[in-house]
């Protein structure tokens, strides 16, 4: 693979709704642009991205898989995340690094829970959007509406690029409103793209889109809004040079026709994605801190600038070990750099670096400013953590994650597995960062938990699977505590030991009362005339403090 500039690349997720076609559609990409010869199947479990065996034996995503694919001297980089809400935090990991976020909607179904919620993510990280509306060969879809639904409920800057010749079963065409042609799609895994004149019938649909769509360019720009005005049009140069502009500040937001299953409509996505979808270099200059001071520094993506790069994913591989995902946010690297890890004060030298699509790695010589590979085998470097060259200790912003909604404890099958089981634990946090576990010592439990109960049971799963270790998870046990309720005059406790020699012999007497509610332990030592040896007295106070952890009666 050649080495990409800045200008030349592209970052974008695939995000949405569980079943909306994210995998499908990241599929069919891969193999419209040559990077695979065969297209896989999700029912038959061997998609590029979803390759983990609990996505194949569930059919959903679990993880966030890497993607490239090269289009138009353009790299595409774009990351397949999952749909189901336990996942989320692989959503968040991924609107972190890219440029860009395509929502995929379901034509029949519309806008969903999964659809919206992601949708505040985008917002959230303030990322220019697009939306593919997708399976539109479903006998029931609905382009149309579910583009208003989509325009009423996501954004108001949602534009048709293009749209469904006919809808259904007998969908192969796609009317492209920024060429002006009717584009007809081939039997799935043919490749085979004809473009053609829109048809008399669609010529006054499409006629009034591209007027929609002109007209929402012109906003973008103050003189190009004047020519409008004045004009009533755009030409063809000022179109697409305003079309860039426009989706970069999220003025506009690209509506697109696709039927992943069947392939229809890829072309015009890839086409429309390399031209005119952010390159990195173009989005706002990111802000990171320096480690000594905390004070703020301007990172440009600029290859000639210093390195700095951040892990925003690992990957644990039985034979392999923990592979590092990582975007390069500044400078360059190759293999064989020392990078020092700012979170942690260590120096990493980086051994071969890859580009990923799904578990397939491809070695590569360099990566610039801006784009994403990985890096096998770091010794102390984790998910969200910054490397960055030594004469530039900087901080890159951190990754938010969402509070957990939901907590078990870890009951070990066996005996003796409790410091594997933790280790276990760290690797799966390291792979999935919503997922927390930490020994309580209230309760004697560890405690693990996260977004939902598939989550925790896929980390069960895990363990069993990786790491040869079982577990259940168990209801916590309710930390009840206990306190002194009424006044005790005199407790009183003999301690005969025989021991050889003199033995050993204590006489304690106590008298318990309860202090105000809320002022703590307080202990008085009201010996008088040294009858006890004052030696003798710490001891007391220390058994006291032991029985209060664990209390009396529970």
Same mark, same amino acid.
């Given at each position: ?83 189901? #809400? ?41 990322? #220019? ?17 579910? &583009? ?14 293009? &749209? ?243 907590? &078990? ?113 307080? &202990? ?31």
């Amino acid at each position: 693979m050649k080495e990409y500039q800045a200008e030349a690349i592209r970052n974008i997720a695939l995000i949405g709704h569980g079943g909306s076609g994210k995998t499908t559609v990241s599929e069919i990409l891969l193999f419209t642009a040559g990077e695979i010869n065969r297209i896989g199947r999700i029912e038959e479990g061997n998609t590029t991205s979803d390759f983990n065996q609990n996505e194949i034996d569930r059919q959903i995503s679990i993880a966030t898989s890497p993607l490239h694919v090269e289009w138009n001297n353009t790299k595409i980089n774009f990351l397949d995340t999952p749909g189901f #809400p336990d996942f989320v935090g692989q959503v968040i990991s991924s609107l972190h690094v890219v440029d860009l976020a395509v929502s995929v909607i379901k034509s029949a179904e519309g806008v969903e829970v999964g659809t919206e919620l992601t949708w505040d993510l985008i917002k959230k990280n303030k990322l #220019p959007a697009a939306v593919i509306i997708n399976k539109i060969d479903n006998e029931h879809s609905k382009f149309f509406e579910t &583009f208003q639904q989509a325009k009423n409920k996501l954004s108001s800057d949602l534009i048709v690029v293009s &749209f469904p010749a006919k809808e259904g079963p007998n969908f192969t065409s796609v009317v492209d409103l920024v060429k002006m042609k009717m584009i007809t799609y081939g039997e799935a895994g043919s490749k085979k793209v004809t473009e053609e004149e829109i048809p008399a019938d669609l010529k006054a649909n499409a006629d009034k889109l591209r007027e929609e769509l002109i007209e929402k360019v012109a906003e973008s720009d103050e003189a190009l809004m004047n020519k409008f005005f004045e004009e009533g049009t755009l030409s063809e140069e000022e179109l697409l040079k305003g079309l860039k502009t426009s989706v970069l500040q999220g003025g506009l937001v690209p509506a697109f026709a696709v039927s992943a299953a069947k392939a229809v409509g890829m072309n015009t996505f890839l086409d429309f994605a390399s031209k005119y979808f952010p390159a990195p270099s173009e989005r706002p200059v990111v802000e990171g801190k320096m480690k000594e001071n905390g004070n703020p520094v301007q990172i440009a993506c600029d290859v000639k600038g210093e390195t700095s790069l951040l892990i925003f994913k690992s990957l644990s591989e039985k034979h392999v070990g923990e592979l590092s995902i990582f975007k390069v946010y500044s400078g360059s690297l190759a293999a064989g750099l020392d990078l020092q890890n700012t979170n942690r004060d260590k120096i990493e030298r980086l051994g071969q670096i890859f580009v990923l699509n799904g578990r397939n790695r491809k070695e590569i010589g360099k990566l610039n400013a801006g784009d994403i590979g990985a890096v096998v085998k770091l010794k102390d470097s984790h998910t969200g953590d910054t490397l960055s060259s030594k004469n530039f200790s900087i901080l890159l912003p951190a990754m938010q994650y969402p509070e957990p909604v939901i907590r &078990f404890a870890v009951k070990p099958k066996a005996k003796g597995d409790e410091d594997k089981i933790s280790a276990a634990l760290h690797t799966a946090h390291e792979e999935e960062p919503t997922l927390r576990s930490k020994f309580d010592p209230e309760i004697s439990q560890s405690i693990v938990s996260g977004q939902g109960e598939l989550q925790l049971n896929l980390a069960v799963k895990l363990l069993k699977d990786r790491y040869g270790v079982e577990v259940e998870l168990v209801e916590p046990r309710i930390p009840y505590r206990e306190t002194i309720r009424g006044r005790c005059e005199d407790a009183e406790f003999k301690h005969k030991k025989q021991s050889g020699g003199r033995g050993q012999y204590g006489h304690v007497h106590l008298k318990l009362e309860p202090t105000v509610r809320g002022a703590g332990y307080e &202990f008085v030592d009201a010996i008088v005339g040294g009858v006890v040896p004052g030696r003798f007295i710490p001891a007391v106070e220390k058994g006291l403090k032991e029985i209060m952890t664990k209390g009396i009666l529970t």
